[in-house]
């Protein structure tokens, strides 16, 4: 075999070692880690202890290891299926969680130059929207297939609620799109490389801070977290539209979850946050590169950390309120920030 | 009449709920970091390791204590089995080789399904012979029949008395007082 000179075959190796270097090992490893830290960090933040008891010997490591002995569980534990008439429905549902969760991480420019990108697809962000809005067809599918009237009750509010909520969080990142001029997510983090005003660097939350806190809100209601989890709601449907999973099935579930709160993260830093940019620091040399990617991280951990405690501060929305506030206030909001957005460029334009 | 409760009418502030959001957000991190550097309001004992003591009146498992020779202090006299209300005492007396004691338990028995931990037998004895002082929480078991403390069984986690027999206390120096 002649690796070198075969284009196609340098592409498709390239691709597989940033894949598993970004997706595997930070993106699964965050969401893993994510698994014990929601659960410790609402500990801490409630004044009770939290998980500590899993050990290796005499080591317990914070609880540290209970994102070792919950995968342990989860396999060896029984896998129920439901008396459903659609056993095959109900065992795709979480696939169909997993893939398109994992699948958006393709664009995302994780370092400066197409070696930090999977894929530098033009229309990156129409790419992650087509891609994350296939998550409803989980959600409503294993509902369905359930064959459990809460979860079926669940399942009808999530279809409602995230596809309400895509119109919001779409019309929200046009502002963005239209002061960076391109829908490629590698070309918005370049445009916010410079400075206006001479010191503030030109990153969306300056540029665009309405739209930030839209798109917070519409991707943590896209992604069913509290305060938007009326699909879940365990004080009135059980678990709502997971009520029937378990095992490894629950796990992939709450996993892709998790690996959402990281594309939330990831997606934010990338839009809204600078990417992997660091006001004042330019050049290509290694070093700088690794600390470029270094605050793509940082970046991307601080909105994680943001998502955790709002999920922790903020008590469910009653389901009327969650549809009153995506239509009646997300929606209006998003296209006046559009409009205002219009003029003022056409106006900066024009003069 | 009906009281009137008073509603707080949201403004435009808190139903804009960002700002809101923002100091629920600023209570939880506080909160965090303050636990994050010692732990002054959580309240949690790690159980297995960590144990809280009893109070001294906390009345546990039973247990039946010794004269300073190491044998039984029970005379047999009945009274705690008569003022037990869950009638969970049974007692089986014989003569004792001593004259001075006359009778000593050979079954002292104990239904612990029964016994309502009241009490009551310690008060009743005359000899100090029973008391509810050990601090062993009710213990589980996998048999009903594992739940009938023995005489044995309730001197095994006995002491010798400080108590003399009758009702005056011992010099401290003649005494065993191990609890």
Redesign the interface.
Same mark, same amino acid.
Not at chain 2, 41 to 44: E, G, L
């Given at each position: 075999m002649h690796i070198t000179g075969n284009l196609l075959l340098d592409t498709i190796l390239m691709a597989a070692v940033k894949m598993v270097g970004f997706v595997f090992v930070f993106v699964m490893g965050l969401a893993t880690v994510l698994t014990w830290t929601e659960r410790k960090f609402s500990a801490v933040l409630q004044n009770r202890i939290g998980p500590n008891r899993a050990n290796i010997g005499k080591m317990r490591a914070g609880g540290l290891f209970h994102m070792i002995a919950d995968p342990i569980k989860m396999l060896t534990k029984e896998d129920f299926t439901p008396d459903t008439p659609n056993p095959y429905l109900f065992r795709i549902a979480p696939v169909l969680a997993l893939i398109p969760a994992l699948l958006v991480f393709v664009v995302i420019p994780f370092g400066p130059g197409d070696n930090f990108q999977i894929s530098g697809v033009d229309a990156g962000i129409l790419f992650i929207f087509g891609i994350a809005s296939l998550n409803v067809y989980s959600s409503v599918i294993g509902a369905w297939a359930s064959n459990n009237k809460w979860s079926l009750m669940g399942g009808l509010r999530i279809s409602a609620q995230m596809i309400s909520y895509e119109v919001a969080i779409g019309l929200s990142l046009c502002g963005i799109f239209m002061i960076y001029g391109s829908v490629d997510l590698q070309q918005i983090v370049i445009g916010q490389g410079t400075t206006f005003w001479g010191f503030i660097p030109a990153w969306g939350i300056f540029l665009q801070p309405l739209s930030f806190i839209l798109y917070l809100t519409c991707a943590i209601a896209e992604n069913k977290r509290a305060p938007f989890d009326v699909g879940e709601a365990e004080a009135e449907l059980t678990a709502g539209w997971w009520t029937e999973y378990s095992a490894m099935g629950f796990a992939v579930l709450a996993l892709s979850e998790f690996i959402e709160v990281v594309m939330i993260g990831c997606l934010g830093t990338t839009l809204f946050l600078g990417g992997w940019q660091i006001p004042g620091v330019q050049g290509s040399t290694p070093g700088i590169i690794v600390l470029q990617i270094g605050a793509f991280i940082l970046k991307t951990l601080i909105l994680v950390w943001l998502q955790l405690t709002i999920r922790w501060t903020l008590p469910r929305f009653r389901y009327d309120q969650v549809m009153r506030l995506g239509w009646r206030i997300l929606l209006p909001l998003a296209l006046a920030n559009l409009v205002l957005t219009g003029v003022v460029l056409a106006v900066i334009d024009r003069f | 009449m009906a009281k009137v409760v008073s509603r707080i009418e949201p403004d435009f502030a808190r139903q804009a709920y /960002?700002v809101e959001?923002l100091k629920? /957000?600023g209570? /939880? &991190?506080r909160?965090?970091v303050r636990?994050?550097f010692g732990?002054k309001? &959580?309240? &949690?004992v790690?159980y297995p390791e960590e144990r809280k003591p009893y109070a001294a009146r906390f009345r546990g498992r039973h247990r039946l204590m010794r004269r300073d020779d190491g044998q039984v202090r029970c005379v047999a006299c009945m009274l705690c089995a008569t003022a037990c209300p869950a009638n969970c005492i049974g007692i089986v007396a014989a003569e004792h080789g001593n004259p001075d004691i006359e009778k000593y338990p050979t079954r002292f028995e104990i239904d612990l399904l029964k016994c309502i931990y009241c009490g009551f037998c310690e008060e009743a004895c005359p000899c100090d012979a029973i008391r509810l002082d050990s601090g062993i929480h009710s213990v589980p078991s996998m048999t009903r029949r594992d739940q009938k403390a023995g005489v044995l069984n309730l001197m095994a986690i006995g002491a010798p008395s400080i108590a003399m027999q009758g009702g005056e206390f011992k010099a401290e120096s003649h005494g065993g007082d191990s609890h």
């Open positions: - | /960002v959001a629920g /957000v209570i /939880v &991190t909160q965090f636990n994050i732990r309001d &959580t309240p &949690t790690q």
